[in-house]
């Protein structure tokens, strides 16, 4: 069955420092990975997506995510995080039937 | 610009009674979702629609039902309600996984239900 890891529930970083969220997959085929974020109160967005093609994927708000076939990864990145980036991000696996499968979600603190 | 709307936004039952949410999008989707947010739980799938008139199961159906009688509305229901179903449930609607906004899901803004 199609699952979805996020090893870490919080994570703290400071307002200027570089970020990276880890996401593990379990799926058969070629997956169809995302990342979404939820602010707080809210529904969620999508942030990124891959289907194929080139692993590095850039999305909006200026995080990217590299998909990592040999290690079932698609780790979500920042170089520069803002107080704005504060709330919490889910990756999730496109399942057959065209379902989504999310993970438990981190969410991300940032410092002044 | 609506999007996807849920109603009620609150609601407080006591065990046994019955609810319905619904979930209505004016961007045409085919697909469908119903999903339950719980602290370190994630989001779950409950059931999904796939089109009109179509209905299936997800992670964590049981306890609920669904209807997509028409394209544009999602019925989430709740038979005989439990202190566990309490969370806040996410509708969301999709074109699916084809085409260039493929597994792009947009969600309402959630419906907190509180069991009693």
């Known amino acids: 069955a199609q699952s979805v890891t996020q090893p870490d529930i919080h994570i703290t970083v400071s307002e200027g420092a570089s970020l990276e969220l880890r996401c593990n997959y379990s799926y058969g085929a070629t997956p169809y990975l995302f990342w979404y974020v939820q602010s707080p109160g809210q529904g969620l967005q999508l942030l990124l997506k891959y289907f194929s093609g080139d692993t590095l994927v850039q999305g909006i708000k200026g995080f990217e995510a590299e998909f990592k076939r040999s290690q079932s990864s698609f780790n979500l990145r920042k170089p520069s995080v803002h107080w704005s980036d504060a709330a919490e991000y889910f990756c999730?696996?496109?399942?057959?039937?065209?379902?989504?499968?999310f993970g438990q979600g981190t969410e991300l603190s940032v410092k002044p | 610009n609506a999007g996807v709307t849920q109603t009620p936004k609150f609601r407080v039952l006591k065990t046994g009674q019955s609810m319905t949410l619904l979930c209505a999008q004016d961007m045409n989707h085919e697909y469908m979702y119903w999903y339950r947010q719980d602290p370190g739980m994630g989001l779950r799938l409950i059931h999904y629609s796939v089109g009109e008139g179509t209905t299936a199961k997800g992670e964590v159906p049981d306890g609920y039902n669904v209807s997509r009688l028409k394209k544009q509305n999602f019925l989430l229901g709740l038979e005989s309600a439990a202190p566990s179903q309490t969370s806040v449930y996410f509708c969301?609607?999709?074109?699916?996984?084809?085409?260039?906004?493929?597994?792009?899901?947009?969600f309402g803004e959630g419906s907190r239900l509180t069991v009693l």
């Open positions: 969301a609607s999709s074109w699916g996984l084809a085409g260039v906004r493929a597994g792009e899901l947009f």
């Open positions: 999730a696996v496109g399942a057959q039937g065209g379902k989504l499968i």
